[in-house]
């Protein structure tokens, strides 16, 4: 089982970009989702989960600007980001609390993505 993430790309302040995370492989079910995000120098941090009763949790910094979905049937997780600041500069890594057919539990990561906010 794997996650991939697409999405990432240049921007300027003020400006959206959508990331997107597909689990694939053999999956029973998938608890958590969610999207973190490292900048140069710092530590990854949470910005937004979503349980798979669609319910979510937003780091401060990106409420109201960000939005995180998940589509259950197609194993992915979204996160539409509006009104990006420079701030915002980071890799973003999508995570998954996955169950596997083989009732294997892994708690996976995706590649990670890079988003860049600047003039």
């Known amino acids: 089982v794997q996650l991939q993430a697409s999405g990432g790309g240049l921007v300027q302040p003020g400006g959206s970009l959508r990331l997107s995370c597909a689990a694939s492989?053999?999956?029973?079910?998938?608890?958590?989702m969610g999207w973190y995000r490292q900048a140069p120098g710092k530590q990854r941090e949470l910005v937004a989960s979503?349980?798979?009763?669609?319910?979510?949790n937003y780091a401060d910094s990106v409420k109201g600007r960000f939005t995180i979905s998940r589509d259950n049937a197609k194993n992915t997780v979204n996160l539409q980001m509006n009104n990006l600041k420079p701030e915002d500069t980071a890799v973003y890594y999508c995570?998954?609390?996955?169950?596997?057919?083989?009732?294997?539990?892994?708690?996976?990561w995706g590649q990670g993505t890079l988003v860049t906010v600047s003039s």
């Open positions: 995570n998954a609390n996955v169950y596997t057919s083989s009732f294997n539990n892994y708690i996976l």
């Open positions: 492989g053999s999956i029973f079910s998938i608890n958590g």
């Open positions: 979503i349980t798979s009763g669609g319910n979510t």
